[in-house]
């Protein structure tokens, strides 16, 4: 299996070449082994980076086989709705970071049940597995927001693994109640989320990397700022005594 490059610019550009006629230069049709559509429209190929093209094949031949290649229960699983692979872009509320789809080694699927913050969406626990297996890494396993139609072919490391074995899956694990956080077994979601010391120590090891930054939508940033005043306002309070502060603060207004 390819040791897919680490998600940050420099490595993702190393690997795959500059976003634009770089990339589009190294972009290779890959033709699913099942009927797909893109808005409703059958597609013939798949337009995916050379480098991972093979990995994207053996995830879709994965996925056609673990359904038994029933077409109409790959349809009802919304898998064959190709929602989009290059895309030059950059990403949501970033000036400078390339997306992953800019790199032709991210593609979505079913995007219309599995949006941005949607959990872990509609996404069948075969599908996901498929592309884990290939080393890709699942965007329903992004911290904060999530985005459960979008894989991609970067390091995945520090992220859930394949978490069952496909063959022992029988049903999908379809979660539709459609609420935020997904009706896993305990022992599964354990699985899922590092606890919070170690996904500490592993920012720690990044060098304090402030990519997670990106994950959080602006109003989760302003929040994150306004408990922390407070917590620096009890304990200025807590420390010096709420009475000399009132007396500190008297001298400063006068
Ligand atoms: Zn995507």
Redesign the pocket.
């Known amino acids: 299996m390819t040791k897919w490059p680490r998600d940050n610019q420099a490595d993702l550009i190393a690997f795959y070449g500059t976003p634009g006629p770089d990339v589009e230069r190294q972009l290779v049709n890959v033709v699913p082994p099942f009927r797909m559509t893109y808005e409703g429209a059958p597609i013939k190929a798949i337009r995916f980076h050379r480098k991972a093209a093979a990995a994207l094949e053996a995830a879709l031949r994965e996925i056609w086989d673990h359904y038994g290649h029933d077409q109409k229960r790959i349809d009802a699983l919304g898998i064959s709705k190709y929602?989009?692979t290059y895309n030059p872009r950059k990403v949501r509320g970033s000036a400078t970071k390339w997306?992953?789809?800019a790199f032709g080694a991210?593609?979505?699927l079913n995007a219309a049940e599995n949006g941005f913050g949607a959990g872990h969406g509609t996404m069948p626990q075969p599908v996901i597995d498929a592309f884990k297996r290939q080393g890709a890494r699942w965007?329903g396993d992004y911290r904060g927001r999530t985005?459960p139609?979008?894989?991609?072919f970067c390091d995945a490391t520090g992220y859930p693994g394949v978490a069952r074995p496909v063959a022992l899956v029988d049903a999908p694990q379809v979660d539709g109640d459609g609420d935020q956080g997904g009706d896993d077994s305990t022992d599964f979601s354990a699985q899922r989320k590092p606890t919070f010391l170690k996904r500490a120590l592993q920012w720690l090891g990044a060098g304090g990397s402030l990519s997670f930054l990106g994950y959080l939508t602006s109003w989760q940033v302003v929040a994150i700022l306004c408990g922390f005043s407070l917590i620096v306002s009890g304990l200025i309070v807590w420390f010096f005594g709420a009475a000399n502060v009132r007396a500190w603060v008297a001298r400063q207004v006068s």
């Open positions: 929602a989009g997306s992953n789809h991210a593609i979505d965007g985005d139609m979008h894989f991609e």
